[in-house]
């Protein structure tokens, strides 16, 4: 019994509450507020060195697709946004150590409970298929915005200042099938004085079950 809460629990914290989601639901709310948020966040991940591959797949699936709710759903958003911003938008913080690689430097990273290349890689495996995975840690080509270097990530010079062309945004949430949801993004486009929208730009990015997981199957900053 006590076996059957703990892992129970270990899905409340993946993915909470539960009911059929199935008519749109529209969140909406200033971009920059959403991205301050972000950035604040810190990554919900256990250490690959105190915890196995196997035992945190284990707390990351589900055996059967079940209806999710808004909450659920927003909730996954933020975190795509968060991790894909890792590698784009504000990469992960780092300490004051260096050491240079092929003439690049790169810092070690200084992120709470990712401490090597796996931690990292097994992160953003319960966030995004294995191909938005990959893509993301394939970043920089032959100089790659992260490395593991003597056992510990570490990360060269990124990131990018927020599109000022963009302003607030809104989210709409369809149920395509039973194991598929759109996480439909609209985005005010702004004029030069940022302050009068003159246009709207619109994604759609599907959150999807697979290998007993929900995850974004496609995914990029909207901003």
């Known amino acids: 019994m006590r076996e059957k809460v703990c892992l129970l629990l270990l899905l409340v914290l993946l993915l909470t509450g539960c009911g059929a989601q199935k008519d749109a639901v529209k969140a909406e709310g200033p971009e920059q507020t959403r991205q301050q948020a972000m950035e604040t966040a810190e990554p919900e991940v256990k250490s690959a060195a105190a915890e196995t591959d196997q035992n945190m797949t284990a707390t990351m699936v589900e055996k059967k697709a079940r209806p999710l709710t808004e909450e659920e759903i927003l909730t996954a958003y933020d975190r795509a946004v968060t991790a894909y911003s890792w590698f784009d938008l504000s990469p992960l913080q780092v300490t004051g150590e260096a050491t240079e690689v092929d ?10 409970g990712i401490q090597d290349l796996e931690d990292l890689r097994i992160y953003l495996r319960s966030v995004f298929s294995d191909e938005v ?15 593991e270097i003597d056992g510990a990530l570490y990360r060269r010079d990124g990131g990018r200042e927020k599109d000022s062309a963009k302003g607030a945004s ?14 439909d993004v609209t985005v005010d486009l702004l004029d030069e004085d940022q302050t009068a929208v003159t246009g709207l730009e619109c994604w759609a990015f599907p959150y999807v079950y697979e290998e007993g997981r929900w995850v974004f199957s496609a995914f990029q900053l909207v901003y």
């Open 103 to 112: 003439g690049v430097a790169y810092y070690r990273v200084d992120a709470r």
């Open 133 to 147: 995975a990959d893509q993301l840690l394939a970043t920089g080509g032959d100089r790659p915005l992260y490395r």
């Open 170 to 183: 809104s989210i709409e949430i369809e149920q395509i099938s039973e194991t598929e949801y759109s996480v």
